[in-house]
């Protein structure tokens, strides 16, 4: 059974900004030397980060099928190199085959969550313990740690500029506050999905982080907590991960209809087909698009879907190359 990655549709949400994610089967871990046993343990735990980087979700771990796979991890892999971080740490960096992952996923009825994802704005102040700064590129402890954990959790975000118009926008002591109005007049100077803000406090040895995650008029609490500034980053970056990959990653279903019929119209010439074609099957969500009738530039196209209409929706709409029109079932082709 082949899942033929493919979406379709359209898009119709008024401000989305998905982005690509880049190496999104690639992982990193670390190894103490480069000896067999060291690569080995390394190469395990790698299955398991992809696994969780792909589905977005940690509930992986807790499926029998994928960790029955994990003695077998070494047949998902296209590539591994060492390679230093930035500490001088040794690291392998492990890149897995997307095919085979995503086969897995399915026939274990994991979800699968394409390359194509929201974008993310993180709106952040910390208390240094004498101040409270807001967390940008001039802030590279908390920058870099963010960074690193929202890269491997497989999410696109965005730190503001913090220039002087985004600090008038939003002096820190509202940021701090949280008051929301005042957020979200600061967050419409960029072009994201949705946004996290939040504060960061030091309490003895442990690391707070409270806030909330909005996209479309969903809000959402944060409330995490760990002993150092690395592993509060994982926190931050796995509930944000958690609570998109519910809405967006994609769930097989077996034994119901999955059949979908959708009309293209804007279809000009063989090109422009076949960048439809191809863009369908660059999405996880279709197992398969057969085109059924051309009527001058509109195409009836034949879909067999891996989830819900509603899943393959959600994704979709975050691309905009197809566009919703007034008919039912008519979608406008924008390459």
């Given at each position: 059974?082949?899942?033929?990655l493919?979406?379709?549709?359209?898009?119709c949400?008024v401000?989305?900004?998905?982005a690509?994610v880049?190496?999104?089967?690639?992982?990193r871990?670390?190894?103490l030397?480069?000896s067999?046993?060291?690569?080995?343990?390394a190469?395990g735990g790698?299955?398991?980060q992809v696994l969780i980087k792909?589905?977005?979700?940690?509930?992986?771990?807790?499926?029998?099928?994928l960790?029955?796979?994990?003695a077998?991890?070494?047949?998902?892999i296209?590539?591994l190199?060492?390679?230093?971080?930035a500490t001088?740490?040794l690291?392998?960096s492990?890149?897995?085959?997307?095919?085979?992952l995503?086969v897995?996923?399915?026939?274990?009825?994991a979800?699968?969550?394409?390359a194509?994802r929201?974008l993310t704005?993180?709106w952040?102040?910390?208390?240094?313990?004498e101040?409270?700064a807001v967390?940008?590129?001039d802030?590279?402890l908390?920058?870099?740690e963010?960074q690193?954990?929202?890269d491997?959790?497989?999410?696109?975000v965005?730190?503001p500029?913090?220039d002087l118009e985004?600090?008038?926008?939003?002096p820190?002591a509202s940021?701090w506050?949280l008051?929301e109005q005042?957020?979200?007049?600061a967050?419409?100077?960029?072009?994201?999905d949705?946004?996290?803000?939040?504060?960061?406090?030091q309490i003895?040895?442990?690391?707070n982080?409270?806030?909330y995650?909005t996209?479309?008029k969903?809000?959402?609490?944060?409330d995490?907590?760990a002993?150092?500034i690395?592993l509060?980053?994982?926190q931050i970056?796995g509930?944000?991960?958690?609570?998109l990959s519910?809405?967006?990653a994609?769930?097989?279903l077996k034994?119901v209809?999955?059949g979908y019929v959708?009309?293209?119209?804007?279809v000009?010439?063989?090109?422009?087909?076949?960048?439809?074609?191809d863009?369908?099957s660059?999405?996880?969500?279709v197992?398969?698009?057969r085109l059924v009738k051309?009527?001058?530039d509109t195409l009836?196209?034949a879909?067999?879907?891996t989830?819900?209409w509603?899943q393959v929706?959600?994704?979709?709409a975050?691309?905009?190359?197809?566009?919703?029109?007034?008919?039912p079932g008519?979608y406008?082709w924008?390459?």
């Amino acid at each position: 059974m082949r899942l033929l990655l493919l979406f379709t549709l359209f898009c119709c949400s008024v401000f989305t900004s998905a982005a690509t994610v880049r190496d999104l089967h690639n992982v990193r871990v670390p190894v103490l030397d480069q000896s067999e046993a060291s690569r080995t343990d390394a190469i395990g735990g790698a299955f398991q980060q992809v696994l969780i980087k792909v589905s977005g979700t940690r509930d992986v771990l807790d499926n029998a099928v994928l960790m029955g796979e994990q003695a077998k991890a070494k047949s998902y892999i296209s590539s591994l190199r060492y390679e230093r971080d930035a500490t001088n740490q040794l690291q392998l960096s492990v890149t897995f085959m997307s095919a085979p992952l995503q086969v897995l996923l399915e026939s274990a009825d994991a979800p699968i969550w394409g390359a194509s994802r929201p974008l993310t704005q993180l709106w952040i102040a910390e208390n240094t313990g004498e101040e409270r700064a807001v967390v940008g590129v001039d802030n590279k402890l908390w920058y870099h740690e963010l960074q690193m954990a929202m890269d491997a959790r497989g999410l696109p975000v965005i730190f503001p500029t913090w220039d002087l118009e985004d600090e008038m926008a939003l002096p820190v002591a509202s940021l701090w506050g949280l008051f929301e109005q005042d957020i979200e007049r600061a967050v419409d100077r960029y072009a994201s999905d949705g946004y996290a803000a939040g504060r960061i406090i030091q309490i003895g040895n442990e690391f707070n982080f409270s806030g909330y995650l909005t996209y479309s008029k969903s809000r959402e609490i944060i409330d995490v907590s760990a002993a150092s500034i690395p592993l509060l980053a994982n926190q931050i970056a796995g509930s944000i991960a958690e609570s998109l990959s519910d809405r967006y990653a994609v769930v097989a279903l077996k034994g119901v209809d999955s059949g979908y019929v959708l009309r293209v119209s804007g279809v000009q010439g063989f090109s422009s087909y076949r960048a439809l074609m191809d863009y369908l099957s660059a999405h996880v969500g279709v197992r398969e698009a057969r085109l059924v009738k051309a009527e001058g530039d509109t195409l009836t196209l034949a879909l067999e879907l891996t989830g819900s209409w509603q899943q393959v929706w959600d994704v979709l709409a975050l691309d905009q190359k197809l566009i919703r029109s007034d008919t039912p079932g008519l979608y406008a082709w924008q390459p």
